[in-house]
């Protein structure tokens, strides 16, 4: 039971950094029906702008936080006006084929800068242990859930009340009928890549913390499996994100726990499979019918 | 109808290129023009040719986009180092050829019959995961497989000779199943598969069979590479070799076999000056990969075939 609960814990902090992840795919999802396949690869940028700033301007977590959120935001909205919006009308395998060609371009010309090599994270948050019975639970841990909840919690507060929040969800439901009502889709859009790829930069400094080693395609893997985390949630639906997230994180300590890590990788993506035969839309996902 | 006989004009012009094209390979092999480092280029190209033929059956010709080719490949790898490891002879590899890509067939219609369900995004990440599932499988196998360590000291016997008869016969027999009723019922799957369905196509059948096809050429290819490089580890066999040949596949275009081989030549070739600098092949495959889908997304060839050329050529004779 107590090992149960130990990796309960750890897995509710690295599932709350996949959900930070899952919230970019699922929102880019919704609006442009797009597997934002560079999404990792944001999320690898973000912890390099971390680990750049509190290592050579020394400054500490939160200013090093919004930074590379916002340097990720910034990267986000390049992303998406050079090489998706070209393409916003051509088929969908077409978008799906230029995203993994970003995805490549961000980890090699990352790699060509700054080398291949694995980097160690400076450590900018306090990593004494809390000690409940038998459970260890490590303050960075807590840090993490928290910083989590708390950015989810601003989306969730941008998404339902503000308007830029409406106007996503209405480009989101009808991109025509939305445009024929006054709202700027293409601003609209570029928000939605700035506010997903910001998490997702938020996400990379967090996991740089949590595992204390980067290096340039660390992000093709958590970006991977939180695509499965938004997949399982019912992409397209916030909530559905973070249940997701959780979900993968959780299965993945449990895997590695009690099995075999090794197996870790692979018990995700066979998740992945079982979900999309029995319920592709997701938990909390709508079904859509087939229009001919 | 001329056309139904196997000895007619045109296969028999078939069959003078492709010994041309081996003899005068052979003979530059032979005088040392293609030396060791060439040859190691000529011999990626041929196993590049039949994955990216074998994947553009998938993902050109049907249209269900496919990111685990490498896992296919990796399971004829494994499964011919395995038997050629065991046998050591010719027949062995040959064997080990044959068993290898049955092997990678089998798996290709397990998998394919519940994936291919999936449309579009969905099956490229379905597939992703698949050829992850595999490697991982490969990785954890290490009794069999050495695990992370891999394979050492496969014989070889993959040359020239054995990598042409492979590629060739991968091209040609693609190409006649793209020209039979049931490569156009593919086809149709692709342009639309609600009409196709509709029209009494069993797209189901036909899209497992294209996946399984493709699955055994590229168990082939898999073999060869086991076998010519003495080496294999899970690893080579990872997301990186999937998108590799998908890019061979998109820059030929997507539908064409002749834009398939030619793009697997121009890529190998680019691969060889660019050995030393690794990043930078990767960030031009991936400018490559951008620049394609934002200006010209049919690819080098579009649908079109060598063949069609001469088609052309014909057709302005008659008109004159």
Redesign the interface.
Known sequence: MNQFLQQLVNGISLGSIYALVALGYTMVYGIIK??NFAHGDVYMVGAYVGFAVTTYAGIGFIPALIISMLSCALLGIVIEKV?YK??RN?????????A??????L???M??FVG?EVRSYPKLLDDSVLKFGNIIINIQQIYIVFTAIALMLLLQFVVKNTKIGKAMRAVSADRDAAQLMGIRVDSTISFTFAIGSALAGAGGVLVGIYYNSIDPLMG?MPG?KA??AA?FGGIGSIPGAMIGGLSIGILETLVSGYG?S??R??A???F??II??LK?SGILGKNTK?K? | MNSMKVINKKNILILIVIIVFYAVAQALINNGTINNFYEITLATICINIILAVSLNLVTGFTGQ?SLGHAGFMSIGAYVGALINMEMNSTSGFLAGILAGAAAAAIVGILIGI??L??K???L???T???A??IR??F??MDDITNGAAGLNGIPRFTNWMWLFIFTALTIILINNFVHSSYGRACISIREDE?AAESMGVNTTMYKVMAFAIGAFFAGIAGALYSSYFYFIKPSIFG?MKS?DI?VIV?FGG?GSITGSVIAAVVLAVLTTFLQSYS??R??I??????VI??FR?QGLMGTKEITDLFKIVKKNEKNQ
Do not use: Q
Not at chain 1, 100 to 105: A, N, P, R, T, Y
């Open positions: 797009l597997i090489a070209p393409l051509s088929a969908r395998i077409a978008i799906l084929i230029t993994i060609g970003v995805s490549l371009l980890e090699y010309v790699m060509y291949a093709m991977l695509f499965v997949v075999n090794m197996y990788d692979a995700v993506f066979a992945l499979i999309l035969i592709p087939e001919v | 986009f519940p994936t369900r999936l579009g995004d969905y490229a990440i379905a992703l995961g698949m992850e599932i991982v499988v990785l954890n609600i997301f998108i998908l998109v997507m990043e930078l990767m960030i495959y991936a400018l490559l990969l951008i889908m934002i997304p």
